[in-house]
């Protein structure tokens, strides 16, 4: 709500067309952009291409001075900063949201493997008792027991 407060207060449309500009310019992380043709900028940035290549480049990696050469509204930056927190936020959420239901599927798996495990012992025990055999000597069964009596 807050960004399209910011974006409906400064009066901004969502894109703006360049038409096709083409500039040079050097962002702040010092990567340049030399005879790029600029397409159009939305609230994060500003698209360019340069064949064979074609990217954008964040308002909030662009010097204000640069942007008011373009004729684009310095309050871009703010727009695109928040606009990088809030995915940035909902990012972090998703993550934490996928860990929270994977460990919770692990958990339910194994509590799962846990009670058929369970199950299958009791089966093997009643079936040894149905047998005749008691389960924890049902390997020895059938065999004697040898004893030398006095010796």
């Known amino acids: 709500m807050l960004l399209s407060a910011l974006t409906a207060r400064a009066g901004i449309n969502d894109v703006i067309d360049l038409t096709n500009r083409v500039f040079t310019f050097t962002s702040l992380d010092g990567t340049n952009y030399t005879n790029v043709t600029l397409m159009k ?28 050469a373009l004729d684009i509204p310095t309050n871009r930056i703010e727009i695109a900063a928040k606009r990088a927190s809030d995915r940035a936020l909902a990012d972090e959420r998703f993550r934490a949201n996928e860990a929270t239901q994977g460990a919770a599927a692990a958990s339910l798996a194994r509590q799962h493997w846990e009670t058929n495990e369970l199950s299958r012992k009791q089966a093997a025990v009643s079936d040894q008792q149905k047998a005749g ?5 049902a390997k ?3 065999r004697q027991r040898v004893t030398h009596g006095g010796l």
């Open 133 to 137: 055999t008691p389960a924890k000597h």
């Open 140 to 142: 020895s069964a059938g």
């Open 41 to 68: 900028a939305d609230l994060d940035g500003i698209f360019w291409k340069r064949e064979p290549a074609i990217g954008r480049v964040s308002f909030t990696n662009i010097a204000p001075a640069t942007l008011e």
